[in-house]
């Protein structure tokens, strides 16, 4: 992933971690343009989207996170943060792109 995109990452994740929602929709909206095959950035797009309580976009972004990647390698996720408005958070595994490292 290039130095510039993970830095639009990291200000993202800022953004969702605090919980400042409106803001990282759309970084996250960017980010899933970018890198389109990145299931990670597409599960907290959905969580942003759920904090918002966007239930449609969430569901979509969740879904696309479901389905994307190349590498299909699984990550337990039950160690994240609690989103307020996730039902994704900390339950299970879910799919995750190498994407462009």
Not at 80 to 100: D, K, N, Y
Request: aromatic residues 8%; proline residues 4%.
């Amino acid at each position: 992933m290039p130095a510039q995109v993970q830095q639009k990452l990291r200000k993202a994740r800022q953004f969702l971690l605090a919980s400042n929602f409106a803001q990282a929709l759309p970084c996250y909206q960017k980010l899933s343009q970018l890198c389109s095959t990145d299931a990670v950035i597409w599960f907290e797009y959905g969580s942003a989207a759920a904090g918002l309580r966007n239930r449609e976009l969430a569901d979509r972004a969740w879904h696309k996170s479901d389905r994307t990647g190349s590498a299909k390698r699984r990550i337990d996720h039950s160690d994240w943060p609690s989103i307020p408005g996730s039902t994704r958070a900390g339950q299970g595994s879910f799919l995750l792109c190498s994407g462009r490292e």
